[in-house]
């Protein structure tokens, strides 16, 4: 049985591509890119690539990217959007929990939730960070963005939803937050790239600074920043408030 996340992206691409939280991507690309000192050297791993904005926004920079995810679709879309672009890139169907990289990487990227943290256990989640880690070099470094549990404890997720969804694209309503977990339940409805409707059951895990620390050092990380992730606008500047609904996380090893 498929899971939620899976569904949510089959023939999903075209649309995904008109969500809001994808129209950052030249900005988060430029912080990034500062973070590696503009080392075109540098090779770098996409994880949850998607449609794969950022990993043809690097390659067009000059840089070797991998860009891997699950959806075979969202992959599909990707190499199209390559192809007429004429970019050589090697996308990946790979699950982010078994990934078949071994200190290959010199930078790994994970962002708008791009696997972590979708994932049906905390264990799982944890897998990801470990396939990750075990992804890249010495030294390397892991930038990525995740839900802030700091958010749901003082905000409505249901608003923030409303107020932030492209038009006819997605709904979420329902939304439950559970204290014991961290994990959001709701119901997302969303229309497909030919106009099929379907209804999901979402279930995403929130993290605090401190879990998201410690989870990334017993994989290996010794270095680790946390800031509010603004869309488009990554900032080391931008310290990590109540009302930021992702974390901005930089890793390294």
């Known amino acids: ?55 043809i926004e690097f390659t067009t920079r000059g ?12 992959l599909q879309y990707a190499k199209e959007k390559a192809k007429k672009k004429n970019l050589q890139i090697d996308f ?23 696997s972590f943290p979708l994932m049906e256990t905390d264990e799982m989640n944890y897998e990801i960070l470990k396939n990750v880690s075990a992804s890249l070099k010495q030294h390397g470094k892991f930038i990525f963005t995740t839900l802030n549990g700091l958010f749901p ?12 969804k492209a038009e006819k694209n997605t709904e979420c309503k329902g939304n439950i937050f559970d204290l014991m977990t961290f994990r959001e339940h709701n119901t997302v409805t969303v229309q497909d790239d030919i106009g099929n409707k379907r209804t999901l059951q979402a279930n995403q895990r929130y993290y605090i600074p401190p879990e998201i620390t410690w989870l990334l050092k017993t994989v290996g990380f010794r270095k680790i920043d946390i800031y509010g992730a603004k869309l488009g606008a990554y900032s080391r500047n931008d310290k990590l408030t109540i009302d930021d609904f992702e974390m901005l996380v930089i890793a390294e090893k």
């Open 153 to 164: 404890i003082h905000n409505s997720t249901e608003k923030f939803y409303a107020a932030n």
């Open 63 to 74: 840089y070797k990217v991998v860009g891997v995810d699950l959806s075979e679709s969202q």
């Open 92 to 114: 990946e169907k790979h699950d982010a929990r078994y990934l078949p990289f071994k200190n290959q990487f010199d930078l790994a990227i994970m962002l708008c939730e791009g």
């Open 1 to 55: 049985m498929k899971q939620w996340y899976e569904s949510l992206y089959e023939n999903y691409a075209k649309t995904y591509d008109q969500e809001y939280y994808t129209q950052g991507t030249i900005g988060e690309c430029d912080f990034i890119e500062k973070e590696i000192n503009h080392n075109k050297s540098s090779r770098i791993l996409d994880i949850g690539c998607g449609t794969g904005r950022h990993t």
